[in-house]
């Protein structure tokens, strides 16, 4: 069983930074894969990014790209995700989750439907 709880959201002004942070419980985290998604008002949940066990590769969205890092700490038990260049269009709430390890490719993970943990969400708003 996996915990999850965000952090570090809140109201930021276009061509700002955020930093999300998730921490989870447990003493598996090492051993899952660990992606970011989000959901905005009246869209489906679409996914952000994802991180191997490691931290050694990572996987974004096309929209994101460039903008968006994720990175973990094992020793921590969290996982982050750094912000810059923030777009209104980036507004929604953003959830991690957890997914076993299945499949090298991270690439696989962008399904909702790999993951087995989630955590309750932080909402990122911003502004024009």
């Known amino acids: 069983q996996v915990q999850l709880v965000e952090s570090g959201g809140g109201l930021v002004q276009a061509g700002g930074s955020l930093r999300l942070s998730c921490a989870a419980s447990?003493?598996?985290?090492?051993?899952?894969?660990m992606g970011w998604f989000r959901q905005a008002p009246g869209k489906e949940r679409e996914f952000v990014a994802a991180?191997?066990?490691?931290?050694?590769?990572?996987y974004y969205a096309d929209s994101v790209k460039g903008r968006f890092t994720i990175s973990r700490d094992n020793a921590k038990n969290t996982v982050y995700l750094q912000m810059n260049s923030l777009k209104p269009e980036d507004t929604a709430v953003y959830s991690c989750?957890?997914?076993?390890?299945?499949?090298?490719?991270?690439?696989?993970?962008?399904?909702?439907?790999?993951?087995?943990?989630w955590g309750q969400g932080t909402q990122v708003t911003v502004s024009s």
């Open positions: 447990g003493r598996t985290f090492s051993r899952y894969v």
């Open positions: 989750a957890a997914a076993p390890l299945r499949r090298a490719d991270l690439s696989d993970y962008r399904r909702l439907e790999g993951y087995d943990y």
């Open positions: 991180i191997s066990t490691t931290g050694g590769n990572t």
